[in-house]
């Protein structure tokens, strides 16, 4: 069983920029894939992006691309998502998510992952 502990939310003005830690336990952590989703007021939850097990292959959805980048330690069991260029539509719960998939596979959807943070607020104002 994978634990997975996001930090690094908080409140941030239009512009800002924030950084997303997630660290895991209780598995190895090199086998899996990470990935981060959100879920905005009123809003289902969404895929942000994710990064393979090897080769870190990124994969972002659009409207973060060029803005937020995904980076994995893995000799800290921590992957990093690193959120630049902040707007106030970026608000939500950001969760972490693993995925034990092939060593070149960059998951994108939800059901591709098998075990899930508790989540961490982003607040950006306007």
């Known amino acids: 069983q994978v634990q997975l502990v996001e930090s690094g939310g908080g409140l941030v003005q239009t512009g800002g920029s924030l950084r997303l830690s997630c660290v895991a336990s209780?598995?190895?952590?090199?086998?899996?894939?990470m990935g981060w989703f959100r879920q905005g007021p009123g809003k289902e939850r969404e895929f942000v992006g994710a990064?393979?097990?090897?080769?870190?292959?990124?994969w972002y959805e659009d409207s973060v691309k060029g803005r937020f980048t995904i980076s994995r330690d893995d000799a800290k069991n921590t992957v990093y998502l690193q959120m630049n260029s902040l707007k106030p539509d970026d608000t939500a719960v950001y969760y972490c998510?693993?995925?034990?998939?092939?060593?070149?596979?960059?998951?994108?959807?939800?059901?591709?992952?098998?075990?899930w943070g508790q989540g961490t607020q982003v607040t950006v104002s306007s």
């Open positions: 209780g598995g190895t952590f090199s086998n899996y894939a």
């Open positions: 990064i393979s097990r090897r080769v870190d292959g990124t």
């Open positions: 998510a693993a995925g034990r998939t092939g060593p070149w596979y960059i998951p994108r959807f939800a059901n591709e992952f098998d075990y």
